[in-house]
């Protein structure tokens, strides 16, 4: 059976992104950014968990061509979602990177992925369980043959003052911070390993739903664990360094003051 004649049998349509340009100016990054799109996530064996990403594409488009095909671009994402693939994983990422430069015909291409990433966490005295949210970024880059991947998680927490707790004959003030960590990884390492590092040393970690006995738990012990800024970043900058699965990091940690209407904040980066 002969195919039925498509519109561009007829009336040719000039593929203008295809044509060449005399300029001589490679483009290192072209493509779409602030595509947001559902995908499924898993973190290393766990269940995989639905959820939404803004998704950064570009590829590298070469001196002597003139565009790309953006719309390409979102059918790749479409096209995984369509045909069921295996869910998104800090592993898979670079087969999705690779498949995009085959698609679009380029040297190279990157991908940037965030989203919401959820653990359920149980309290600590009653052991009521409830979701807790980080944001998740995942980059992927593919150059020169050579592929290179960060992963970045956004870690909320609570610190507590050593000075106020010093100073103070009773009380302490204490405030939400937020630990990001940037990694670059000799081998993969879950997001839930790099989140147990970044709680480990905050004052107190945080829980969706607290009963009146966990409070109280999570406020002793915001307490008797007080730490600056300085401390937040140089104890996971501490754990991240004797740890031989990373290559690479950047540690960053705000704390939201509940005393001042500014922000205190530290960073530690090493080989990235």
Same mark, same amino acid.
């Given at each position: ?118 653990? &359920?966490?149980?309290? #600590? *005295? $009653? ?7 980080? !944001? @998740?970024?995942?980059?992927? =880059? +593919? ?40 990694? &670059?990884?000799?081998? #993969? *390492? $879950? ?7 970044? !709680? @480990?040393?905050?004052?107190? =970690? +945080? ?56 922000? @205190? ?8």
């Amino acid at each position: 059976m002969n195919r039925p004649q498509q519109p561009q049998d007829i009336f040719p349509i000039a593929d203008v992104q295809s044509a060449s340009d005399d300029r001589e100016l490679a483009i290192d990054d072209v493509g779409i950014r602030g595509l947001r799109y559902p995908l499924l996530f898993a973190d290393a064996d766990d269940p995989p968990q639905p959820t939404i990403a803004v998704c950064n594409v570009y590829v590298r488009l070469p001196a002597e061509r003139k565009g790309t095909h953006m719309s390409r671009l979102v059918a790749l994402l479409e096209a995984r979602t369509a045909a069921g693939e295996p869910p998104l994983t800090v592993r898979n990422l670079r087969n999705l990177l690779e498949a995009l430069v085959v698609l679009l015909d380029a040297p190279g291409g990157r991908i940037e992925l965030a989203f919401p990433f959820f653990i &359920r966490k149980s309290a #600590p *005295v $009653s052991g009521v369980a409830s979701l807790l949210d980080y !944001e @998740a970024r995942l980059v992927g =880059e +593919l150059a020169g043959g050579v592929y290179r991947q960060t992963v970045a998680i956004a870690v909320p927490v609570t610190s507590l003052c050593p000075c106020s707790k010093e100073i103070s004959e009773y009380g302490a003030h204490n405030q939400r911070s937020l630990i990001t960590i940037t990694a &670059r990884e000799q081998e #993969p *390492v $879950s997001l839930t390993e790099i989140i147990r590092i970044a !709680e @480990a040393e905050a004052s107190c =970690e +945080l829980y969706g739903i607290l009963k009146r006995a966990d409070e109280k738990y999570v406020t002793e012990r915001a307490y008797n664990n007080p730490r600056f800024v300085e401390d937040l970043v140089r104890g996971v900058a501490a754990r991240l360094s004797e740890d031989s699965r990373f290559d690479g990091f950047s540690v960053e940690a705000e704390n939201y003051e509940s005393i001042h209407n500014h922000s @205190a904040y530290a960073r530690i980066s090493r080989g990235l």
